[in-house]
């Protein structure tokens, strides 16, 4: 059996994917993918995800520089998860939100209103074409 026939895939053929930081295990970001997406990270050991926006591949960094460097590949108990451990490289290393931040999760609920918890690490406009 293949190792990609073992994973849970949705009624759309994705799988949900999260990319942790290795060392500080920060949760960088959430994403999708589907089968071609899967065995393409895991052949480069570069993220690649699928855009549900775009319909199509994306390779992690292919317009911001900032790839993920794959250390490991996990999936959940039951097999409908993708965790991914990845190195954030780049131009600005650490930046792996599209927003110029670290991680997409900045935003942390107190007292009843979401609070910006990152600051932005470089400026979306001078990353991005």
């Not at 009624?11 to 994917?17: D, E, N, R, S, T």
Request: aromatic residues 8%.
């Amino acid at each position: 059996m293949n190792w990609l026939d073992e994973v849970k895939w949705d009624a759309q053929g994705l799988v949900p994917v999260i990319a942790q930081e290795i060392g500080s295990n920060d949760v960088l970001m959430f994403a999708f993918m589907n089968r071609e997406a899967l065995g393409k990270t895991a052949e480069l050991g570069e993220a690649v995800y699928f855009s549900r926006s775009r319909k199509r591949l994306w390779h992690k960094g292919e317009e911001s520089g900032h790839i993920q460097k794959v250390h490991e590949l996990r999936l959940d108990c039951d097999k409908d998860v993708v965790l991914l451990k990845v190195e954030q490289l780049g131009h600005t290393p650490g930046i792996a939100c599209h927003t110029g931040r670290h991680s997409c999760f900045f935003s942390l609920l107190q007292d009843g209103q979401w609070k910006t918890t990152e600051s932005v690490l470089k400026d979306p406009e001078s990353i991005y074409r």
